[in-house]
């Protein structure tokens, strides 16, 4: 998917309905992330430290996920009407620097009362399609 801010309505959307979209976990992306959330832990921020620990170098942010995921729901499922109201998130595998990665997003459920649907969120290894980080964002659509 380019970056083009989707507009899709709620009467738009089926149950099924996905967007992914790939990136690449690079290292200015991880020392982005750490400076601008302020955490600089070395694990992730120290490729030294890293080397000391389980997984022989440093790793990038879980909470990153998080921050694809809003990139997701804002851009692509539903895009410019989309208004996260809770997202939950499950760590399963380190993302590692250095990887490519797909987030994906998938509606799993409407529900009409509220004009809200329930979406899957997972970032995926794009070699061995391992699932890194999963969860579900609720989202109200605007429209």
Known sequence: MDNECRSITYREISVGDQASFP????????????????NLNPLHMDEAYGAKTEFSHRIAFGMMAGSFFSRLLGMYLPG?????????????????INADVVVRGEVLQKIDAFNTILVRTTVEDAATKKVLVGGEALVKVLK
């Open 80 to 96: 410019e009407y989309s208004l996260c109201l809770s997202q939950t998130l499950q760590f399963h595998h380190p993302i590692m």
């Open 23 to 38: 990136i690449k976990i690079t290292d200015q992306l991880v020392d982005d992330f750490g400076h601008y959330s302020g």
